[in-house]
């Protein structure tokens, strides 16, 4: 038997990977070579630096732009992968394991670049090119925002009038968070506690704090997994909805109680907390899967605890004396940290959405307010036209007759 032949460092094989089934970005990637959309353009990127991203700048730098990328978390780069896009030429400031020193200072070479469309994750490249005085004058033509965290933080600067360029909610997109922030964050996120721990979810009590999109997802899959699930919520609608999807709501003073398992995904601060971590049991295995590592209060796991200790690799066991709490990836998003980020085919979708951003904003820029847009309509369709075709999927089209019915308010039944 013949031996596989070899094609590269591990970062080019995880990319050669995620190419093969990344099958819409594929095609966008082919209109790309052959129209040049980006050409003579500048894209700053900062976005969780793996494989699925690699495929997302290549594609850019196909359409004719110029690249600078880095992470857009300390610990989510994976450093062969980073290191294949700098062998390839591409300047990658990426590493994983950055200090919070290193992590603005790469943030501040891409910035440093000058960009005339941004990428973001998070928002905290676009965040640095507001605040920093030697950056704020550059010109942006318009940027595009992967996450919901990223979303929240620019519609604020949208309100107090201070965003300098328009924003693209990638997130908003309909084949983006219905998908990748659902199916995505479900599945990655469980398999990131999953190769963290090697523990068994079924039969345990899996407390879900949110049940935004990402909640949804973690929620599904750790059912699915035979876990009992309970969802903590701030927002009526939400609770409502997760109530009528099955799952028990309560306070998360009442869920600390009973809780195996936490995972927090509701992109604010301070979710899990003093009050908490008092009445949890022996045991618990604290997660999260939110942009930003504030979910989960680190300083006050610090302050109560008497010890701690790195026990496996991606957990620290804080030692109350009485018992004992569980950290995974330090508080970071576990299914970047602890794993592989969303599965490939999910990511191919968001990174699409992505890449036609970028375009529309480099076709019209000049009639665009400094405000945060949604992604047009027609883009988000084809995206989901592609996705179907390259699973074989086909679905019906509406008659004539059928569209002038649907036009025409006189028509009853």
């Known amino acids: 038997m ?149 979303i929240i933080r620019l519609r604020a600067m949208e309100r107090e009038g201070v965003l300098r360029f328009p924003v693209i909610a990638v997130n908003d997109a309909y084949t983006k968070y219905l998908f990748d922030n659902r199916y995505g964050t479900g599945q990655s996120a469980i398999e990131g506690i999953m190769r963290a721990t090697n523990l068994l979810f079924a039969g345990k009590n899996v407390v879900v704090a949110g049940y935004g999109w990402c909640g949804r997802g973690i929620a599904m899959r750790a059912r699915g997994m035979g876990a009992n699930v309970i969802v903590t919520e701030v927002d009526e609608i939400r609770a409502l909805e997760a109530v009528m999807d099955g799952f028990r709501v ?88 602890a794993g592989d980020g969303h599965p490939v085919e999910v990511m191919d979708m968001s990174f699409s959405d992505q890449a036609l951003s970028a375009k529309y904003i480099a076709e019209n820029a000049e009639k665009l307010e400094n405000k945060v847009y949604r992604l047009p309509e027609e883009l988000d369709r084809k995206v989901a036209k592609l996705k179907l075709e390259s699973m074989g999927v086909k679905i019906d089209n509406l008659t004539e007759e059928q569209k002038r019915y649907l036009r025409d308010w006189r028509q009853g039944t």
């Open 250 to 337: 309560m306070p998360m003073g009442d869920a600390a109680r009973v809780g195996d398992i936490f995972i927090t995904a509701t992109g604010n601060r301070d979710v899990i907390r003093e009050e908490h971590f008092e009445l949890m049991k022996d045991g618990v295995i604290l997660a999260n899967a939110g942009h930003f590592n504030v979910e989960i209060n680190i300083k006050d796991l610090e302050k109560f605890s008497i010890s701690k200790r790195v026990i496996r690799e991606n957990i620290v066991e804080y030692d109350f004396g009485s018992k004992k709490l569980y950290l995974l990836a330090e508080g970071r998003l576990v299914n970047l940290v």
């Open 2 to 150: 013949r031996e596989p032949k070899e094609s590269g460092n591990s970062g080019r094989k995880k990319i050669e990977w995620a190419e093969n089934h990344m099958r819409v970005i594929a095609r966008i990637r082919e209109e790309f070579r052959k129209n040049k959309p980006l050409d003579g353009l500048r894209i700053g990127m900062a976005l969780h630096v793996e494989a699925k991203t690699a495929v997302l700048v290549l594609t850019l730098i196909d359409g004719g732009a110029d690249v600078a990328i880095t992470g857009c978390n300390p610990m989510s780069s994976q450093n062969d992968v980073a290191d294949a896009l700098r062998e390839m030429g591409i300047r990658c400031y990426a590493k994983r394991g950055m200090s919070e020193e290193e992590y603005y200072s790469a943030l501040k070479k891409v910035a440093s670049f000058k960009p005339d469309i941004v990428i973001d994750d998070g928002a905290d490249l676009i965040f640095l090119l507001h605040t920093d005085k030697s950056l704020s004058k550059t010109r942006v033509l318009g940027a595009s925002e992967e996450t919901t965290t990223g």
